[in-house]
């Protein structure tokens, strides 16, 4: 199959693009964005300093996603336990931000066919973010190209809990609970994460070897990759680099390989 290189990406992303097996591409990547604090300390700036630096690197990341075709990308930008834990100055500061990357940015998504989707418990946000996060959402709900979900006080663990209340509440509303039906699939329909497509890659930067509550369901057969970059430095690059490991990684789900070096399972 030949490979057909988008124009917009820049000399050394079209390069390792070219290099890139098509037939192989994630469907689904999500990035754990961390290191924004080590960021600052290593320039004796705030760690607010970091955090700012940040979303310039979403900006680069979203658009180079967007440019090769990816269907699903989806950033921890803060889970719930950040929330909970962080200085009250921190998460003021870092509620500001969201509002303007939300109106900023809006450009951006609009230009790259980008649609907006948000996961975590985000009624408990200030209403002025809920406000500005349900215009953006709407703004962008038609566009039919990547779907960028950002997880704002996001835990996999209430994703779970909230699921199964879900389960509960609308089996009492449909008939009683004597028609509860408890499967993986029907947890899948009420995970925040019903709108995509099985998770492939998970990113994490600046090298830390844990999930720290995210996608704990959703990663059950994901590929992990861990970087030193911190997140202020992780650029279009640096994705294409992951893709290029997850193309090498030979996925089993549990099973044998096949002698062609196929796993049947792979789409
Ligand atoms: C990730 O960077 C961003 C958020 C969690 C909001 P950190 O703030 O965790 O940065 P480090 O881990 O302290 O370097
Ligand atoms: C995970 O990073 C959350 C995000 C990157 C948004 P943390 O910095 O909060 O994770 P821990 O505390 O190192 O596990
Ligand atoms: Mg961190």
Redesign the pocket.
């Known amino acids: 199959m030949r490979v057909i290189v988008p124009s917009e990406l820049d000399r050394k992303e079209a390069e390792l693009f070219s290099q890139l097996d098509p037939n192989q591409f994630p469907k689904h990547i999500a990035i754990?964005?961390?290191g924004n604090g080590r960021w600052a300390k290593r320039r004796h700036l705030p760690r607010i300093a970091g955090h700012k630096r940040g979303v310039e690197a979403v900006r680069y990341v979203t658009e180079t996603a967007a440019r090769i075709g990816l269907p699903a990308l989806t950033l921890?930008?803060?889970?719930a336990?950040?929330f909970l834990r962080r200085p009250p100055g921190e998460i003021k500061f870092l509620m500001k931000l969201l509002q303007t990357y939300l109106k900023k940015e809006l450009e951006l998504m609009q230009r790259n066919n980008v649609r907006l989707e948000f996961i975590g418990r985000s009624h408990m946000l200030p209403p002025e973010v809920q406000e500005r996060m349900a215009w953006a959402k709407e703004e962008t709900a038609r566009n039919t190209g990547m779907v960028l979900t950002l997880a704002l006080n996001y835990g996999s663990r209430s994703e779970i809990v909230d699921a199964v209340r879900s389960m509960v509440h609308a089996a009492a509303n449909n008939g009683g609970l004597h028609h509860l039906q408890i499967d993986e699939e029907a947890i899948n329909r009420h995970l925040y994460t019903r709108h995509l497509p099985d998770l492939d890659l998970v990113i994490r930067t600046s090298g830390?070897l844990?999930l720290?509550n995210f996608l704990l369901w959703q990663a059950a057969y994901a590929e992990i990759y861990v970087t030193k970059t911190l997140w202020p430095d992780f650029r279009g690059i640096h994705l294409l680099e992951a893709i290029a490991d997850f193309q090498g990684r030979e996925r089993r789900y549990g099973g044998l390989l096949e002698t062609n070096g196929n796993n049947s399972h792979s789409k």
Request: proline fraction near 0%; charge should be negative; glycine fraction near 0%.
């Open positions: 754990i964005m961390d921890y930008a803060f889970s336990e950040n830390e844990r720290s």
